[in-house]
């Protein structure tokens, strides 16, 4: 079964700065893919980046990009330019390729990283 | 923008009794799908629907749980006897086709057995 870990619970940063959050996962699978939910106070998940397994560029949206190392398992977030509005829970999840099983996208997250922000 | 909705936003009940939760997902989306979160824990997925069949279950998806899609906009979640332990905020989502594509999710439902 895939598992996947986030090992900071909280972390913080000041506005304008730079924080990296943590994400390890395990599989077995080869292809598969991560992503990174944000959920706000109001509760409701918003996808912040994707990534596909089988593409080694790492993902970029804005101020948001990941540092996926395939073989040590590890998909981290980095957001630069922190904003008051960046404050929420974010999610790293998991989920596997439909070429690799009878995956329909079921989602495996993570426990979770509450992100400060500080003025 | 299309959103994914969800009713009731908060739902109180005993336990025993049954509950339905229901959700309308974007119209021309595909696959959908339950997940609950605990409070304080993390999000849990509990079933995926597609073709009018279940694709794919969880654990948690036991015989108490059941999911239809009764016309053609509205999902729903039935447990037929609550538990004080189905306390948790359900989460639908949809998503228009399989793959990498992002899956939206609505606000959820809180639910409160007592």
């Known amino acids: 079964a895939q598992t996947v870990t986030q090992s900071q619970p909280e972390m913080s940063v000041q506005e304008a700065e730079t924080v990296t959050l943590s994400c390890t996962y395990d599989?077995?699978?080869?292809?598969?893919?991560l992503f990174w939910y944000k959920q706000p106070p109001s509760r409701q998940m918003i996808l912040v980046i994707r990534?596909?397994?089988?593409?080694?560029q790492n993902a970029t949206e804005n101020r948001f990009s990941v540092n996926f190392q395939k073989a040590a398992k590890s998909f981290s977030l980095k957001i630069s330019d922190s904003q008051l509005g960046d404050a929420a829970m974010y999610f790293c999840?998991?989920?596997?390729?439909?070429?690799?099983?009878?995956?329909?996208?079921?989602?495996?997250f993570g426990q979770g990283t509450i992100l400060t922000v500080h003025p | 923008e299309p959103e994914v909705t969800q009713t009731p936003s908060h739902q109180v009940t005993q336990m025993g009794q049954e509950v339905i939760l229901r959700c309308v997902p974007i119209?021309?989306?595909?696959?959908f799908y339950w997940y609950r979160q605990i409070l304080g824990q993390k999000v849990e997925f509990l079933v995926s629907?597609?073709?009018?069949?279940?694709?794919?279950k969880s654990e948690i998806f036991d015989d108490q749980f059941s999911v239809e899609r009764p016309d053609g906009s509205n999902f729903t979640l039935k447990i037929r006897s609550t538990k004080l332990e189905d306390s948790a905020m359900y989460f639908c989502?949809?998503?228009?086709?399989?793959?990498?594509?992002?899956?939206?999710f609505g606000p959820g439902t809180r639910l409160t057995v007592t």
């Open positions: 989502a949809s998503s228009r086709i399989s793959g990498a594509y992002e899956q939206y």
């Open positions: 599989t077995s699978e080869s292809d598969y893919y």
């Open positions: 990534q596909e397994a089988y593409k080694q």
């Open positions: 999840a998991y989920r596997r390729s439909k070429a690799g099983g009878t995956s329909y996208g079921k989602l495996t």
């Open positions: 119209s021309n989306h595909l696959y």
């Open positions: 629907f597609y073709n009018n069949e279940i694709s794919e």
